[in-house]
């Protein structure tokens, strides 16, 4: 079963940054993509980024410009978010991306609360 460990969550104020990271049990070159998801309260879990393993990003409009999506190693991807605003607070979680879609499997994600 693939495993996913979320980290780097926290409490930021509006127009601040934080930076999550995410550990798979598997490699990129497997998964072939790898990307971020969220889901905030009450809302279904949606699609923030993706990058591949020859590290071509894909990012969804409402995080395009703010949030950078990078590889750290074979296992490990990284967002980073900048310009947070109230509607960026949610669970964030990584996953397998592109067309094979998401693993079953999830991790326990990490909480970014966006509040003044």
């Known amino acids: 079963q693939v495993q996913f460990v979320e980290s780097g969550g926290g409490l930021v104020q509006p127009g601040g940054s934080l930076r999550l990271s995410c550990a798979a049990s598997?490699?990129?070159?497997?998964?072939?993509?790898m990307g971020w998801y969220r889901q905030a309260p009450g809302k279904q879990r949606e699609f923030l980024a993706s990058?591949?393993?020859?590290?071509?990003a894909y990012y969804a409009d409402s995080v395009k410009g703010r949030f950078t999506i990078s590889r750290d190693s074979a296992n490990t991807v990284t967002l980073q978010m900048n310009m947070l605003n109230t509607e960026d607070t949610a669970v964030y979680y990584c996953?397998?991306?592109?067309?094979?879609?998401?693993?079953?499997?999830w991790g326990q994600g990490t909480r970014v609360t966006v509040s003044s």
């Open positions: 598997i490699s990129i070159f497997t998964m072939r993509i």
């Open positions: 990058i591949t393993s020859t590290d071509n």
């Open positions: 996953n397998r991306a592109g067309g094979a879609g998401p693993y079953d499997s």
